[in-house]
């Protein structure tokens, strides 16, 4: 067979042409040009269409090839070529995996990314996990939960067909840490303080030891009083309140061992005086002062006696317990009340005429009106016989009191208000239960007051009774005689409690 290069096509120049000769090649095989171009043809479709395959001519079909010979055609069988898929995975990562070391009995769970050579996720791919050491890290095939089962290190899988991508677990043993044991308070002490006034509070402070002697920080302390009457004191705090005078016993307590310390409260302290009802006077009239001692926050105090004092007695005159002041002759003096060696001062003027209407009407034998040389009544004689009168009333009611005798209180108790029929109530109570053994002490007289026709007297004492724990109660109370005048003498209308005091 003669070379392809020897061949004469028809298109070609006779030989005596003057027509350059042409270059040979080296022969290929028909078949070989035939495939090579079917491949160039699928690229083509296949850059064309992007991702969908191209389909080959049927295979009774075929590309024809034209010989060297002319008019010679050949028949190369068409050849199907396979087109890439863009979503098969093409890469396998684990994005969640433990920060840090697990401790054995935890557990966690690993996530994993798959993706195309797109870099698209493929939601749909099929992951399947395993464990390089199960005896430390077991993992759930399916979801990529693992579970730290022993000490040591173990690589968990994921694979996705031939791709795969590795996570390293270090599993340590569990940090057990016992709790300690509480220590036990050996000794209690609590810190000095001084003594309290009446409405005053204080926080107390304790200090719970060990054996060794190092405080304890943080130990639970309870406290309280035995006489909460006195103070009382919040069981978890340690704040105390004072409340009367008089002593008690803090207790304060810590596991099995208590600490005590005695706690006094005084009276309240007075800080200042007040005189109320001070006014000018005329020749003859009878006045009855008031002193208000108060504490340093400026609050009255009750059950405080005042000794009054008169500069000029020849003036005005004042009675030292009660503060009645009779004015004798035009002047004028100072009136001194001092209570707990407080002292306050007012000014009173005393008037040739009469300033004001207050007269004290003669009773008895002095209500004669005379004339001529005929003597005309002493006031201050007859303030004394009503002040007698006064003081008869009261030695009366207080006597009932003193004896216990319920039945001769209430009748001259006589209530008004819903308020003195409760403190009735309670006062009769504590009288009449002989298990509490009150006891009613000294009178103190108070302010009096006499009118043209009524007049009153205050006086008060100390009372004390058994409680049901078999401490003593202390109160303070405030009677008030009032009177009526019934001619020439005075008769006592009723004898009422009029402050606040503890029933």
């Known amino acids: 067979a003669e070379s392809w290069e020897s061949r004469q096509r028809p298109w070609e120049l006779p030989p005596d042409s003057k027509a350059p000769e042409p270059r040979r090649q080296r022969s290929r095989p028909g078949w070989l040009v035939g495939t090579g171009g079917l491949f160039l043809l699928a690229g083509g479709f296949w850059l064309a269409g992007g991702s969908r395959p191209v389909e080959a001519p049927p295979a009774e079909s075929a590309v024809a090839l034209r010989d060297s ?34 401790e054995v009995g935890s557990s966690a769970r690993l996530a994993v990314e798959v993706r195309d050579d797109n870099g698209r996720t493929v939601p749909a791919a099929d992951v399947v996990w395993s464990s390089t050491d199960s005896s430390v890290v077991a993992v759930d095939s399916a979801t990529g939960t693992v579970q730290a089962i022993g000490k040591g290190r173990a690589q968990v899988i994921a694979a996705a067909g031939e791709l795969r991508d590795t996570a390293r677990i270090v599993v340590r043993t569990a940090s057990r840490t016992e709790p300690e044991a509480p220590t036990v308070p050996a000794s209690l002490r609590i810190q000095p303080h001084a003594p309290l006034q009446v409405g005053d509070t204080l926080t107390l402070s304790v200090r719970v030891l060990d054996q060794r002697g190092a405080a304890i920080r943080g130990a639970r302390v309870s406290w309280s009083s035995s006489e909460p009457k006195v103070a009382a004191v919040n069981p978890t705090t340690g704040r105390v309140r004072a409340y009367a005078p008089g002593n008690t016993v803090i207790i304060a307590r810590s596991g099995e061992e208590s600490a005590i310390t005695s706690l006094s409260v005084l009276p309240q302290a007075v800080s200042s005086v007040a005189i109320l009802g001070a006014a000018p006077l005329k020749v003859g009239d009878t006045l009855d002062l008031t002193a208000e001692p108060r504490d340093r926050y400026g609050r009255a105090i009750a059950e405080r006696q005042a000794v009054w004092s008169s500069s000029s007695p020849e003036v005005a005159a004042v009675d030292s317990r009660s503060g009645t002041v009779i004015a004798t002759a035009p002047g004028s003096t100072e009136i001194t009340a001092t209570v707990d060696g407080k002292s306050v001062s007012r000014q009173l003027t005393v008037l040739k005429q009469p300033r004001t209407g207050r007269v004290v009407e003669p009773v008895g034998e002095l209500a004669a009106q005379t004339t001529g040389n005929t003597p005309q009544p002493d006031p201050a004689a007859e303030r004394q016989r009503i002040v007698g009168q006064m003081l008869a009333g009261v030695e009366r009611c207080y006597g009932a009191l003193q004896r216990n005798d319920v039945a001769q209180v209430e009748l001259l108790y006589k209530p008004e208000t819903r308020d003195d029929r409760e403190k009735l109530r309670k006062l009769a109570r504590i009288l009449y239960t002989k298990e509490w053994e009150a006891t009613v002490g000294p009178r103190a007289d108070g302010a009096q007051r006499v009118e043209e026709r009524t007049a009153v007297m205050e006086f008060g004492f100390r009372m004390t009774w058994k409680d049901a724990f078999g401490g003593r109660i202390t109160s303070q109370p405030v009677f008030r005689a009032d009177f009526v005048r019934d001619g020439s003498s005075l008769q006592l209308s009723s004898c009422r409690i009029i402050n606040s005091p503890r029933l």
């Open 69 to 102: 010979t002319p008019g010679e055609v050949q028949a190369i069988p068409a050849v199907s070529v396979p087109v890439p898929d863009s979503a098969a995975p093409v890469s396998v990562t684990i994005t969640e995996r433990p920060a840090r070391p697990m």
